[in-house]
């Protein structure tokens, strides 16, 4: 069983920037990829971002050159660095984590972290 911590969250200006942490904690596990994920009112989940064990990102196209994802290994951390954020950011975001296929492959999410843009 894998847990997830998510922080980071919070209400930020418009233009401000924001930075999300999500650590995963267990016994005996290794992690593929890792990512992030959002949720506004209304809508369905995306993809915001995501970034391999290799160290791959890919990004949705509406937080491409403005987020950046990454991952430290050792600590099993996924980070979520928002600039220039925009009210359309505004959403609850969710950490996810995949497992390598030799520890099961199962996927994990964390509780949420509201980020709100406005002014």
């Known amino acids: 069983q894998v847990q997830l911590v998510e922080s980071g969250g919070g209400l930020v200006q418009p233009g401000g920037s924001l930075r999300l942490s999500c650590a995963a904690s267990?016994?005996?596990?290794?992690?593929?990829?890792m990512g992030w994920y959002r949720q506004a009112p209304g809508k369905q989940r995306e993809l915001v971002a995501a970034?391999?064990?290799?160290?791959?990102?890919n990004y949705a196209d509406s937080v491409k050159g403005r987020f950046t994802i990454s991952r430290d290994n050792a600590k099993n951390t996924v980070y979520l660095q928002m600039n220039s954020l925009k009210p359309e950011d505004t959403a609850v975001y969710y950490c996810?984590?995949?497992?390598?296929?030799?520890?099961?492959?199962?996927?994990?999410w964390g509780q949420g972290t509201q980020v709100t843009v406005s002014s």
């Open positions: 996810n984590v995949l497992l390598k296929a030799s520890f099961g492959g199962k996927n994990y």
């Open positions: 267990g016994s005996s596990f290794s992690i593929n990829a």
């Open positions: 970034i391999s064990s290799g160290g791959s990102r």
